[in-house]
């Protein structure tokens, strides 16, 4: 076998293997008429301490102003192989979150004091932007590569499946769209949304994908106040 060959059976071999992980990973169970909170995880400075409100709407920072107005709530993302990830789900749990967080192995929690930035070598950069020229996003830390969840990914994908499931028993879906990958296809998810008659709220970032144009309603970091309007959308909706 050559070197080739076997370095596609190995590739192969770890994508299957990764599946079968995946798959054995048990959804959790969801509330009748729960608000369903899809997205990435953002930890500022403070979000990181777990010491008080947030001030970045990312998912996690969403899914607690949720569960402060007494509304059952589940947050669908990802987070790292690391100890932070370990206390958010400890601290998003007291809060009245029910969690289904996946780590990605050997990954850190993004916080603010690690950035997404570009990677210095010009040829590793042309390299991607041939492989990702669909448009899809493209992000990775300086000092780790590239996230393993960029692109239509077994990681994405597997939070899609996810996404889609727990919709079915959903009043409200939040989407948290800051770039980092987390929702794959919100135009797939916003026509299983209408399909089961969710309403569905999305906040974008600057760096957040396209095909946000179905959604019931589109906010925008940091131009409007998510906080605010995430309250009034929830009571709304749930009362």
């Not at 919709?167 to 919100?186: H, I, K, Q, Y």
């Not at 144009?213 to 009034?232: A, N, T």
Request: some cysteine; charged content about 20%.
């Amino acid at each position: 076998m050559t070197g080739a060959k076997l370095s596609s059976l190995l590739i192969r071999l770890e994508v299957e293997l990764l599946y079968a992980i995946l798959n054995s990973i048990p959804p959790v169970q969801t509330i009748p008429g729960h608000v369903l909170v899809v997205g990435d995880i953002y930890l500022t400075s403070q979000d990181a301490e777990l010491s008080g409100p947030s001030s970045h709407p990312s998912a996690c920072a969403l899914a607690c102003l949720v569960a402060a107005h007494n509304v059952p709530v589940t947050l669908l993302s990802c987070v790292g192989d690391d100890a932070l990830a370990d206390h958010l789900r400890d601290h998003l749990q007291q809060s009245g979150v029910t969690c289904d967080l996946l780590g990605i192995h050997e990954w850190k929690t993004f916080t603010a004091n690690l950035q997404v930035t570009e990677i210095p070598d010009r040829e590793q950069r042309k390299a991607l932007a041939e492989r990702y020229a669909d448009g899809r996003r493209r992000r990775w830390h300086p000092d780790e590569g590239i996230l393993p969840i960029d692109g239509m990914s077994e990681y994405q994908a597997h939070l899609q499946n996810r996404a889609e499931k727990y919709l079915a028993s959903a009043s409200l879906a939040v989407f948290a769209d800051f770039g980092l990958g987390c929702v794959a296809e919100p135009r797939a998810l916003a026509a299983v949304a209408q399909r089961h008659g969710v309403s569905t709220l999305a906040v974008r970032g600057a760096d957040a994908a396209a095909g946000y144009g179905d959604m019931s309603m589109v906010l925008h970091w940091p131009d409007d106040d998510v906080f605010d309007q995430v309250s009034k959308i929830t009571e709304d909706s749930c009362f």
